[in-house]
């Protein structure tokens, strides 16, 4: 049991690394509950690096194929 929990906690950790990488943070009020905000520049660059590793990596695995 403790190990499943240190396993989603530390699930979790990683997950809000990339959220603020993306630039989504989470917050969580007592008194107005739970929202997320969303950097919209930070968001659109993410993306970008996101679509240009994705590219790179098919790429690679399209000359790796031929060879």
Avoid at 20 to 49: C, S, W
């Amino acid at each position: 049991m403790l190990k499943w929990l240190k396993s989603l906690l530390k699930n979790y950790e990683e997950m809000e690394k990339k959220n603020l990488q993306a630039g989504i943070i989470n917050v969580l009020h007592p008194m107005q509950g739970m929202y997320t905000y969303i950097d919209k520049q930070v968001y659109k660059e993410f993306l970008e690096r996101q679509q240009k590793e994705n590219d790179r990596q098919e790429s690679l695995r399209e000359t790796s194929r031929k060879s």
